[in-house]
């Protein structure tokens, strides 16, 4: 169980492979602190990239859930909220960063489109976790769209 493993505090990251695309169990296994979610009808080659990404610090998910995130997000109210007061104590380049990572772009994808080394950008990272007080990018792109630093739908206005 995801939330056993990541209440241990072990270097552990967990990636959650399941057979069932149910909004339950894809919520849950975030909320528990899982780093990824994929079905297992993947792709060999992209469950080694997944495995070896989520090992990296890094977060995946299958497409599935993350249109349903969005959708998730999309259903809520639809009164804009004000930048979260968490939001406020990140840098303008950290924001930016944030607001990257929440469009689905990589660290080399943020690093080329900033002009900033991958170096520069990972200690953005770093300091966007820290500050947020997340563990790991999942919970940044939540707090981001839950900030409304993106909003679904909208792409990259």
Do not use: W
Request: neutral net charge; hydrophobic residues 50%; charged residues 25%.
């Amino acid at each position: 169980e995801a939330a056993g493993i990541v209440a241990a505090e072990t270097a552990c990251r967990v990636l959650m492979l399941t057979t069932f695309d149910l909004d339950d169990y894809v919520f849950e296994a975030l909320r528990a602190g899982a780093s990824g979610f994929l079905l297992k009808d993947v792709r060999r080659g992209d469950l080694v990239h997944a495995v070896r990404v989520v090992a990296a610090g890094e977060s995946l998910l299958a497409p599935s859930v993350t249109r349903k995130l969005i959708a998730e997000f999309t259903s809520r109210s639809p009164a804009a909220k004000p930048l979260a007061a968490e939001l406020g104590v990140l840098t303008a380049r950290e924001r930016e960063t944030l607001r990257m990572i929440a469009l689905g772009q990589s660290n080399a994808e943020i690093a080329a489109t900033m002009v900033l080394s991958e170096h520069t950008v990972k200690s953005h990272v770093s300091n966007i976790l820290t500050k947020l007080g997340v563990r790991d990018r999942v919970q940044a792109v939540i707090a981001a769209y839950e900030g409304r630093l993106v909003v679904p739908g909208r792409g990259q206005d």
